[in-house]
Structures are given as C-alpha cells and as structure tokens.
C-alpha cells in the first residue's frame, strides 16, 4: 500500500521533469532532422506561437482545476479578432474603446456560462458549447464570413512585430505571456481565491459547507477564460489577421496543452506552469512535424496519441492511489 502511493507520488512529482525532458529531446531531434530549426527566425515563431497557445489554455487550465471543460474559447477568439478588426479597421474606433466593449462583451458571456453552470448544474461542456456557438455565429454575422479589416498597427507590433522588447529581438508578446504566467502562479498558490479554486475542484459540496462561495468561483472562472480568448483572438489577429475560423485550433491544442501538462480534469490538482511546459512541447513538436512534411491530419493522429499515452499514464497513477 505504502509502495503503491510513493509510486503516485513520484509520478506526479517528477512529471514537471518528464515535460522538460521530452521538451529538450524535441528539440535536439528538431536540431539534427530540420534545416535551420535553430535558426532566429524559428525560435521567434516558435516563442511567438507557444505563447498564444498558452494563453489560450490559461483559461482551460483554470476550467480543469474546478473539474469544468469550457468549449467557447473558439468562438470567444473568433469574437475577440473580428470585433478589434472590424471596429478599428473599418469603423474607425481608438484601440481602447474596442478593447472595453471587447472585454465587456467576452467576460459577460463567459460569466453566464459560469452561472448557468452554477446555478442549474448543467454540465459545463453542454452550456460552453452552446455559449460559443452563439459567439462564433455573432463573429461570423459581423464580417459576412469574409476577412475584414485591419488591426491598429499596436496589436500588430505588441503580436509579431520586429522591434526589440528589452534589447532582445522578441515581440513583446512573449514578455507579457511570461508576466501572465508568473502572475497565475502567485494567485493560484499564494492567494485566498486560488485556494478556494482548488477546495473547490476537489469537492465542490465541501466546500460549500466550508463557507465557500462556489458560484462565485465559477462566474470567475469561466468569465476569465472567455476574457483571456477574447484577449488572444485580438492579439491573433494582429499576427495573422481575423479570419473566421481563426479559432478553430486552439481548442483541441489548448486541451491537449492542459492535458500533457497534466492536470487533472476531475479537478483540484495540475498548475498553469505545467500547461506552459505542454503549450512548449506541442509547438515544438508542430514545427518539426510541418518541417517533416506532415500535414494536419497527420498531427492530429500524433496529439491524440500523446493524449492517449499522458491519460494512460495518469490512469495508471489514479489506480495506484485507490488501492491506499
């Protein structure tokens, strides 16, 4: 018994080792397979994409934590890209009124998904889904299904533009990813709200009799993720500019992110550091399978391998902790 719970614990210990091993051996294998993979020009893309990728999954990550699944962020990204682009690019507007009615409307929806989650306990995958339809139809309406127009030149900068951030020839995207990051970290372990996520995940009806407002939790929760997607759609349109399906992947990669990251979707237990580290591992691996040759479809059946073996290998660490 006691053996079978050390062997879970070093499992979920050392999986932040297993992530930055398999993250360097990507990496060597992309060194010595693809030409130019070490370049400058690789390694920006690559940060550049691992952060949007990554703040994308912050939300999720959060949705996890309280044992949740929020299926919006495709549409709230949509939302988020095609509001800054058609409401400064055709309609003329500063950037930060857009900004304002960008994350009004984003954080409204997603705290009504959180609400109704709540309040109805209706499985979160069903309101979510039904939340960011609405959002990716409203997206959809707006621009006609057409690429519209053009983000501020700020957005575009902040995202992929060539300026140095601190000397350093790097967008300021990933410094502001990195400031979000270390951020996330403080709230979730050295704050009151961060802790009530997590008594929250792990039982919801203990902590209800603990005095803890779970609603609240869940309003919260749901109405960041819908923020942070909103956020990310505006930023991605200043890197590849709003297209309808702008949003598409970053659902299956966003969960998958979560999941290699390792935390667990039943709730309380997985940090958003470890999702930085799965955000990291996928965009490696995108890059040297593009660099291969393989196309989406390829990649696709490659995640939903990862994923396979990362829920195996938790499933196994689950098993060992029910026998205590």
Known sequence: MSQAL???GRLQRNWPLLQIFALVALFVFGM???EGFTQGYSIRSMLILASLLALAALGQTLCFLIGSLDLSIPGMIVLGATLISELCGVHGWSLLPALAVIVAVTTAMGAFTGWVCDRFEVPSIVVSLGVGTIALGAGTV???ARLVGSPPELI???SSGTSTTFGIGLPPIIFIWLAIAIAMAVFLHRTPAGRRLYATGANPRAAKLALIRTR???VGVFAFSALMS???GVLLAGFAGADPGIGNPYLFQGLTAVIVGGTAWAGSRGDYSHTVLGALILTVLTTILVGRGYDTA???????FLILIVVA????DRRLRDRV
């Not at 390829?298 to 939903?304: K, L, P, S």
């Not at 290998?313 to 196994?316: D, E, F, M, N, P």
């Open 313 to 316: 290998a938790y499933g196994r």
């Open 298 to 304: 390829d990649q696709h059946i490659v995640f939903g």
């Open 156 to 158: 575009r900068e902040i």
């Open 142 to 144: 707006w621009t006609g």
């Open 216 to 218: 609240r939790v869940w």
């Open 32 to 34: 010595a397979t693809i």
């Open 230 to 232: 909103g956020i990310v």
């Open 6 to 8: 050390a062997t879970a």
